[in-house]
């Protein structure tokens, strides 16, 4: 099977990379189910790259019933260590404007129906999480972004993504709340993603595209459906030039993540003594250890 060093994964109005060249659809099983859609492999500027629709390429699945677990699982299997995530999000702070691009540093978690973890069933492990975006992979994302001038858009380094359960946005108090917190932006995927990401020991940013403010602010109440589908488009052009430039980057000068070891002390069980059948299943993730 083809590998990729280098995974994407596409949110709300990103369902593919017209910049892909010899493109082949894979279909890959998990011990964890079916990923959201086909994994579609192929190059952009001659590197090979993972691409997969978060939320399939119809958008068929809400945020609370996405397979985190079989997403990242699928991007262990064809060799991802750097995933860069795109994701809509709405915006906690004025000067993060529709079109902006942040690129956060942290995350606040408010979910409470996703499963964050492959650990379990007789094996235990807790990976560190203080710094939960890869350092090295955000630098190469922002340096591309800031490369590009790209009409209307201003970048943001670092700040605070606020994951929500959803699939209804926020609630005004909410909203003001996140905002009291310092929070930047606001979506419902990121989080499960980068905890899942980190335990299967890959590098993981994220591009945040800010489509509207949340609903604290005084003009939200004239952002329409079409003004947000607009904004979606316009961003989704955008994030593919910032991939293809980011890959282009990371292809050059691949750095070395603290991801790239994270289960190395995080490991608790003795796992001579862990179930064998959990060791199966986590096999991919545990091979290095074992």
């Given at each position: 099977?083809?590998?990729?060093?280098?995974?994407?994964?596409?949110?709300?109005?990103?369902?593919?990379?017209?910049?892909?060249?010899d493109v082949q659809e894979v279909q890959l099983e998990t011990p964890f189910g079916s990923p959201s859609d086909a994994i579609i492999l192929g190059t952009i500027d001659g590197t090979q790259v993972a691409f997969l629709a978060r939320h399939g390429r119809n958008h068929?699945?809400?945020?609370?019933?996405?397979?985190?677990?079989?997403?990242?699982?699928?991007?262990?299997?064809?060799?991802?260590?750097?995933?860069?995530?795109?994701?809509?999000?709405?915006?906690?702070?004025?000067?993060?404007?529709?079109?902006?691009?942040?690129?956060?540093?942290?995350?606040?978690?408010?979910?409470?129906?996703?499963?964050?973890?492959?650990?379990?069933?007789?094996?235990?492990?807790?990976?560190?999480?203080?710094?939960?975006?890869?350092?090295?992979?955000?630098?190469?994302?922002?340096?591309?972004?800031?490369?590009?001038?790209?009409?209307?858009?201003?970048?943001?380094?670092?700040?605070?993504?606020?994951?929500?359960?959803?699939?209804?946005?926020?609630?005004?108090?909410?909203?003001?709340?996140?905002?009291?917190?310092?929070?930047?932006?606001?979506?419902?995927?990121?989080?499960?993603?980068?905890?899942?990401?980190?335990?299967?020991?890959?590098?993981?940013?994220?591009?945040?595209?800010?489509?509207?403010?949340?609903?604290?602010?005084?003009?939200?109440?004239?952002?329409?459906?079409?003004?947000?589908?607009?904004?979606?488009?316009?961003?989704?052009?955008?994030?593919?030039?910032?991939?293809?430039?980011?890959?282009?980057?990371?292809?050059?000068?691949?750095?070395?993540?603290?991801?790239?070891?994270?289960?190395?002390?995080?490991?608790?069980?003795?796992?001579?003594?862990?179930?064998?059948?959990?060791?199966?299943?986590?096999?991919?993730?545990?091979?290095?250890?074992?």
């Amino acid at each position: 099977m083809a590998q990729a060093r280098i995974g994407i994964i596409g949110g709300s109005g990103l369902y593919k990379m017209d910049a892909l060249k010899d493109v082949q659809e894979v279909q890959l099983e998990t011990p964890f189910g079916s990923p959201s859609d086909a994994i579609i492999l192929g190059t952009i500027d001659g590197t090979q790259v993972a691409f997969l629709a978060r939320h399939g390429r119809n958008h068929t699945l809400t945020p609370s019933e996405l397979p985190f677990r079989a997403n990242i699982h699928a991007m262990k299997q064809l060799g991802v260590e750097y995933l860069i995530s795109a994701s809509a999000v709405g915006s906690l702070k004025e000067e993060a404007k529709p079109l902006d691009m942040v690129v956060p540093d942290q995350f606040i978690d408010r979910t409470k129906n996703r499963v964050s973890t492959f650990f379990g069933e007789g094996i235990v492990a807790h990976i560190a999480f203080g710094e939960p975006i890869c350092r090295h992979l955000a630098g190469i994302l922002t340096e591309a972004i800031a490369s590009l001038n790209l009409p209307d858009v201003t970048l943001h380094e670092g700040g605070t993504y606020v994951c929500m359960e959803g699939p209804a946005f926020s609630t005004k108090a909410e909203s003001n709340l996140y905002r009291s917190w310092g929070a930047t932006v606001i979506g419902m995927t990121n989080l499960p993603e980068a905890k899942l990401a980190r335990e299967a020991e890959i590098a993981y940013a994220t591009l945040a595209l800010v489509t509207d403010y949340d609903c604290w602010h005084s003009d939200h109440d004239s952002v329409t459906v079409d003004m947000v589908i607009a904004n979606l488009q316009r961003n989704a052009i955008n994030a593919q030039k910032v991939i293809q430039e980011t890959v282009r980057r990371l292809a050059a000068n691949p750095p070395v993540s603290d991801a790239h070891s994270a289960l190395k002390y995080a490991i608790l069980t003795n796992l001579e003594k862990a179930p064998a059948a959990t060791k199966s299943k986590l096999q991919l993730l545990l091979q290095k250890y074992l």
